[in-house]
């Protein structure tokens, strides 16, 4: 009979992994092996299958890509994961001088300008002053060809003449026809004569009477010929009417001067350059707070590190409106000592209508900042206080004087040495970054 093979099964043979393993060993012999040497017997697991190299890479790298991309999500949306870099730009609180101004432009003129024109027409003869030529009352600047004014002189004496020659013969004429009529009421008193002739000759002598005074004013009018012939010759002689100097000289010799209606200028003479004005141009919003005594500054273009000084002398009620824009004429005085000052230049003015010394004051900057978010009063004035521990409070303060960078402060609780907030900074780095809810409108500040 053959072996029997334990590899075969009730006929049928069996699985390899039913099979015997050769190398285990035998139960008998097993039990005459020590208890401490027997070991458990290796059993073989079946083999699986292992992934690719390439398959693991795809997903360690799908996996970090979603990581940063999560990451950049909830660095970007979510504020609390950053700090923002805010900062406040402050200013100190102190005291000192404010000054309230009103600016205005205005021209320099001399104080009296008088412009030199010509009476009668003619022909210039003569020149006797220029620009910048010193003249005094009554010196001759200027002449005109007085050939033709003495011509009418003339003529005006012949005329005088001729008038008292019959003046003496209407004297004449009188006396004859008052004997005329003496003779004729004698005759008729002795009825030599009728009473028609004493009327006739009382008539001649009357006639004789009113032809007199004819030839009087005819002499009265001859003789104001004559006054006025000799004063168009003695106005053919230009002369300065005040002290001063030529600023200005209109004519040339052999230029036809033609006096109408409107005197012609030949020369304008200011009188005193040693005292000039400001004409300023104020404008009817500022025209309340400018009164007469008012100290005033101006700038020159010709000098523009220099500041000029004034006084107001005169604010003129009459209005001047260019484009519908109302102006008042402003009246500065000023002292030209040095004579850096010329007609015709433009001075910007800066009238002070309020000073005070020695005031609580804070920057205009400090009133025009609002904290983002928080809401405020327009009619009143705050200021946000920044202690050194602690949030920024809101201060409400009353003003007083102000000018373009202080204001004083009235009433309030804030005190010299605060620190209020006039703006906003944000540090280098930040731009493009979300900013905490509120501050994110506002501008950054270098």
């Known amino acids: 009979m053959p072996e029997h093979d334990e590899t075969m099964l009730d006929g049928h043979e069996r699985p390899a992994a039913e099979w015997p393993d050769a190398s285990a060993p035998d139960p008998a012999e097993a039990a005459l092996v020590p208890a401490k040497e027997q070991r458990p017997a290796h059993r073989e697991m079946p083999a699986r299958a292992l992934p690719s190299r390439k398959g693991r890479w795809s997903k360690i790298v799908l996996l970090t890509m979603l990581a940063t991309g999560l990451g950049s999500l909830v660095w970007w949306y ?76 003339d003529q005006a004496r012949a005329s005088l003449r001729t008038a008292r020659g019959t003046l003496a013969k209407a004297q004449v004429a009188v006396e004859q026809r008052k004997l005329d009529l003496d003779r004729a009421v004698t005759l008729r008193r002795q009825e030599f004569v009728s009473q028609s002739e004493v009327d006739s000759a009382r008539t001649n002598y009357r006639d004789a009477l009113a032809q007199l005074e004819v030839s009087q004013a005819q002499v009265e009018q001859a003789g104001a010929a004559l006054v006025s012939a000799e004063l168009d010759l003695e106005h053919t002689a230009i002369r300065s009417p005040v002290n ?23 020369f304008l003479i200011a009188q005193d350059l040693l005292h000039m004005q400001v004409n300023a141009n104020v404008s009817e919003s500022d025209i309340g707070g400018v009164t007469e005594g008012k100290q005033a500054e101006f700038l020159v273009d010709a000098y523009p590190g220099r500041t000029f000084k004034g006084t107001v002398t005169q604010v003129r009620n009459a209005p001047v409106s260019i484009q519908n824009v109302v102006t008042y004429d402003v009246i500065i005085d000023v002292d030209n000592h040095d004579l850096l000052l010329k007609p015709g230049m433009t001075a910007n003015v800066a009238i002070v209508t309020a000073h005070k ?10 009133l025009r900042f609002k904290l983002p978010g928080t809401p405020t009063e327009r009619k009143k004035s705050v200021v946000w206080v920044l202690d050194a521990t602690g949030p920024p409070r809101q201060v409400p303060i009353r003003t007083g004087v102000s000018d373009s960078m202080l204001t004083e402060v009235v ?32 501008p950054k500040m270098r």
């Open 78 to 153: 979510w504020p609390s994961v950053r700090e923002p870099s805010v900062r406040y730009k402050l200013a100190t609180v102190d005291r000192g001088a404010v000054a309230a101004t009103v600016t205005a432009t205005g021209t320099l003129n001399p104080t009296v300008s008088v412009p030199v024109g010509s009476q009668v027409t003619g022909k210039v003869q003569h020149l006797y002053a220029d620009f910048n030529s010193r003249v005094t009352e009554g010196q001759i600047l200027a002449r005109i060809d007085p050939a033709p004014f003495r011509a009418k002189r």
């Open 244 to 266: 001063g100097i030529v600023v200005s000289r209109n004519v040339e010799v052999g230029q036809t001067v033609a006096a109408s209606l409107q005197a012609p200028t030949l």
């Open 357 to 366: 010394e020695e005031v609580l004051r804070v920057p205009n900057a400090a």
């Open 411 to 442: 009433e309030g609780d804030v005190r010299e040495g605060d620190s209020v907030i006039v703006a906003l900074e944000t540090s280098p780095g930040t731009e493009g970054k979300e900013l905490p809810p509120g501050f994110g409108g506002m």
